[in-house]
């Protein structure tokens, strides 16, 4: 399978524990994002990267959230100290970051997180 | 600001035509996006239309663009149950490729027999 994959796909964990989740993405695409998704809602941008630097990050990411791609290739999402209002479905995707393409993201099945 | 806005629900007849609709804020958008979900699913994209253009049609798909009103359509044609999913519009900013996309609430298309 070549496609976004994420791991776990799954987490439960008691207010404030740290998390971390994983993103692998695409091997040929130099960007690769992370939203949050709630219920009823579409995917809210966290953080993207261009290789292995973060060139923008949402006003939503806390300084509890924290994303590194230090290869340039996989990434992680850390939440340190989480909140029962971080409970939601952490999407990764990636795509080609050429200047003439489209723009089109390709996402992974996500990671659910649920905070008792 | 960026802002995507589109309707909770719909809700057509199988063979129908189902037409989610989608406005939008940034006069600079570059790209436009319909993202499907389905249940259990990741997003998938459906089609685009660049902003330099008014329609894009691709099977049973029909995008219009009305850049003047920001607004945004997408019409399914022949709507068959496999089109049970979230619509997801999105929209890409700006004249950067570094620029990120903003996505929609969703619209929730239910096919009834």
């Known amino acids: 399978d070549t496609g976004v994959s994420q791991d776990p796909r799954h987490k439960i964990t008691k207010r404030g524990q740290n998390v971390t989740f994983r993103c692998d993405p695409i091997?040929?695409?130099?960007?690769l994002y992370w939203y949050r998704q709630t219920l009823g809602q579409g995917p809210e941008f966290l953080t993207y990267?261009?290789?292995?630097?973060?060139?923008?990050k949402s006003r939503l990411l806390s300084d509890r959230f924290s994303a590194e791609r230090p290869k340039g290739s996989f990434s992680t999402l850390e939440i340190q100290r989480t909140e029962q209002g971080d409970s939601a479905m952490y999407l990764c995707?990636?795509?080609?970051?050429?200047?003439?393409?489209?723009?089109?993201?390709?996402f992974g099945e996500g990671s659910r997180l649920t905070v008792l | 600001g960026e802002d995507v806005e589109q309707s909770l629900f719909l809700s057509v007849r199988e063979g129908d035509s189902s037409v989610i609709n989608c406005t939008y804020t940034d006069s600079s958008s570059t790209y436009l996006y319909w993202y499907k979900q389905e249940p259990g699913a990741g997003l998938q994209l459906l089609t685009y239309?660049?902003?330099?253009?008014d329609m894009k049609q691709d099977q049973r798909l029909t995008v219009l663009l009305n850049k003047k009103d920001k607004h945004l359509s997408l019409r399914i044609a022949d709507t068959q149950t496999g089109d049970s999913a979230i619509y997801f519009c999105a929209e890409k900013g700006g004249y950067s490729s570094a620029s990120k996309i903003i996505f929609g609430s969703g619209t929730r298309l239910s096919i009834r027999p």
């Open positions: 091997s040929e695409h130099n960007r």
């Open positions: 239309i660049f902003s330099n253009m």
């Open positions: 995707a990636s795509s080609r970051g050429l200047a003439e393409n489209t723009g089109e993201l390709f």
């Open positions: 990267f261009q290789n292995e630097a973060q060139l923008e």
